[in-house]
């Protein structure tokens, strides 16, 4: 199944209800990572509401489209969407990272909706590309999507995956990045510089689209473009804000993975009003 598509001014007011929602349960929590959870935020949103196809009421669906979250760091994100498309009840959320909670602090199989464990960066697209393959043996036509934190992206694991998904012409998987600019250590530009980034993709026989990853009608034009490709696998590479929606959160590395206090949670929620 897939779910009614949202017009673009739902799928913002939906992206800022998923923002309030990473807030609270990263408060409640006392730990997590908000930085990138609200930067890959519009794009998540946008995939789950209006591309993937799945149904929560029967999560091994065998014809679902799959997802897998390469940077686990930011599964507040991800069990904010999960919740909001009827996986579970909203309520779970509020035991991120408690013990015996279905939601861990980084991805893990217990959760519904979630197809593989991963927190391991570098590793998520060798998962999502085996998931390809595995579709193109059993003749299958679901698609796979990956989210990709663009620090990852440093590893050569990455690369690896990369050049064997243009090899086997992986036309039914889409990799998105995060490019948001900054890791844990500091800017990408200072730990590893990463441009020519398109150029590099398209090297290794990708589809490259770029695109202003806050931007809905770019964002859901990226998807669409990449379902066409067909003869090699697609990156829809967004550009974002580390901490988008939060002002004193955007673009400072500390909150990468740092959650936030309950004053400045208060702070937050309002701005996300």
């Known amino acids: 199944m897939a779910n009614k598509q949202l017009t673009v001014k739902e799928l913002e007011d939906k992206?800022?209800?998923?923002?309030?929602?990473?807030?609270?349960?990263l408060a409640k929590a006392?730990?997590?990572?908000?930085?990138?959870?609200?930067?890959?935020?519009?794009?998540?949103?946008?995939?789950?509401?209006?591309?993937?196809?799945?149904?929560?009421?029967?999560?091994?669906w065998p014809d679902r489209d799959r997802f897998h979250m390469s940077k686990g760091h930011c599964c507040p994100l991800w069990y904010a969407v999960l919740a909001e498309t009827g996986y579970f009840p909203k309520e779970k959320l509020l035991t991120l990272r408690q013990l015996g909670s279905i939601l861990q602090g980084h991805p893990d199989c217990k959760t519904p909706g979630v197809e593989s464990a991963s927190g391991s960066l570098g590793?998520?697209?060798?998962?999502?590309?085996?998931m390809s393959l595995a579709a193109k043996i059993d003749k299958k036509d679901y698609r796979v999507y990956c989210l990709l934190g663009d620090g990852e992206t440093q590893e050569g694991n990455i690369w690896e995956a990369a050049m064997a998904a243009a090899h086997f012409g992986c036309g039914n998987l889409c990799a998105i990045l995060d490019f948001n600019g900054c890791q844990i250590d500091g800017k990408c530009e200072d730990i590893m510089g990463l441009e020519p980034l398109a150029a590099k993709w398209q090297a290794f026989g990708w589809h490259a689209i770029e695109i202003n990853g806050h931007d809905m009608r770019q964002i859901l034009s990226a998807y669409q473009e990449a379902k066409t490709i067909k003869d090699r696998p697609a990156i829809i590479i967004a550009h974002t804000v580390k901490g988008k929606g939060v002002s004193f959160m955007e673009g400072v590395i500390g909150f990468h993975g740092k959650a936030p206090t309950e004053e400045e949670a208060q702070r937050a929620l309002k701005e996300l009003e």
């Not at 992206?15 to 349960?25: D, E, F, K, S, V």
């Not at 006392?30 to 929560?56: C, E, K, M, Q, W």
Request: aromatic share 6%; proline share 6%.
């Open 30 to 60: 006392g730990s997590g990572h908000p930085g990138g959870s609200l930067s890959a935020a519009d794009l998540i949103t946008a995939l789950y509401f209006n591309v993937l196809r799945f149904d929560p009421a029967n999560p091994q």
């Open 123 to 130: 590793q998520g697209l060798s998962v999502a590309l085996g």
């Open 15 to 25: 992206a800022r209800l998923i923002r309030r929602l990473i807030i609270q349960m």
